[in-house]
Nanobody, 119 residues
């Protein structure tokens, strides 16, 4: 069982920056990968950044502007966002993949945090 707690969302002007944080608790040693997703009304949830074994990948729409990082000692992952655009406005979700005591992968989600980019 993994619990994810997100923070850092808010209102920012175009060109501004925000850093999202996600703290994991519970069976954190079973986590095999972490990711950030975002979702706007009427659209499916979209992966924007992910990390596994020190390897990071990004959606084309955020590449060069968003950076995924982690602090294992604090059981925390981050999404540093710079040069934000209005189209980045969405609810951002933290995601964890877990594989404790089984070959099956279990997905966990945070509650979501709103990011609004507007003048």
């Amino acid at each position: 069982q993994v619990r994810l707690m997100e923070s850092g969302g808010g209102l920012v002007q175009p060109g501004g920056s925000l850093r999202l944080s996600c703290v994991a608790s519970g069976s954190v040693d079973d986590i095999t990968a972490m990711a950030w997703y975002r979702q706007t009304p009427g659209n499916e949830r979209e992966m924007v950044a992910a990390g596994r074994g020190g390897n990071e990948k990004y959606a084309d729409s955020v590449k060069g502007r968003f950076t995924f990082s982690s602090d294992n000692a604090k059981n925390t992952v981050y999404l540093q966002m710079i040069n934000l655009k209005p189209e980045d406005t969405a609810v951002y979700y933290c995601n964890a993949q877990s594989q404790g005591g089984t070959d099956a992968v279990v997905q966990y989600w945070g509650q979501g945090t709103q990011v609004t980019v507007s003048s």
